[in-house]
């Protein structure tokens, strides 16, 4: 009798004769196209081949591969948030409110993609960190462009956030830009303004770098809101959509300071900072205060 064993490896390149094509199922991978001579392919549109190479370690450590990975793949969130609070501020200050409350819930659910994120690095023990954390220096996501932006649209200012990246002015220019405009949540105040609600002048004309600080008379204009949301009913909309991006905002820096606290405990962090400590004081910062005082006074 023959012995039995596994079934032969069918290396015979997939025909793309168009007879062939014809007799095969629609449901079979024979279908699916194999000539990119003249059309983008899947790594070609992505650039794959550059998102891959920018994927480089320093040490041999098993767990920096996932420390990069991790950030890397945090950063392209970013980037999408950084886009999509752009084109909604936009559309605010033009007084358009349908469209942005989408973009909105897009930076939600991107949020909550950074804020799994921590869960994949926390597989990562602190022997694990120890074996590179040395190698990279003083870099930090302290440091990252895209998250200080996201910030400054966010409406937390401050122009020490700004030191970092004096070595890049290509960067600096537009995050100083940034924290001289008016926030999301200026945006919004201007908005209710523009329906008729009492938003002092000293608030809608304030200096913007300058973080934004409580206001009664906003407060008293958000509860008018409150009150009567089918009258204001998509700037309702859209106070509650801001609720959930500083909902998520918060969660995010949550999990990030419990990563910090069990990878390094209150170790100085890698950018100066004295780590787990400042992020503590992070979670102490509020971006809408009104939106949050109002639900007591309602």
Known sequence: MPESGPEPINTAPISTDPVHLESASPDSPERA???????????????IDTLTSA???VTQAHDEHLFIAVHH?????LNLIVQELRAAMTLLAAGVTD??????????RAQEQMTNAWEVLKTMTPADYLQFRSAFGRASGFQSAQYRMMEFLLGNRSATLLRPHQHRPDVLGPLEAALNAPSLYDLALRLLSERGLNIPAEVLERDFAQPYTQNEAVLAAWLTLYRAPERYWDV???????????????????????TVERTIGFKTGSGGTSGAGYLRKALDTVLFPELWQVRTEL
């Open 99 to 108: 469209a942005p409350l989408k973009m909105l819930s897009r930076v939600v």
């Open 55 to 57: 994927h480089q370690p």
């Open 236 to 258: 309702y909309e859209l106070a509650e959509k801001l609720l959930d991006v500083e909902d998520n905002f918060r969660r995010w820096r949550f999990n990030h300071l419990t």
């Open 73 to 77: 793949v945090s950063e392209v969130w």
């Open 33 to 47: 196209y194999s000539d990119f001579t003249r059309s983008l392919s899947y790594g070609d549109y992505l650039r």
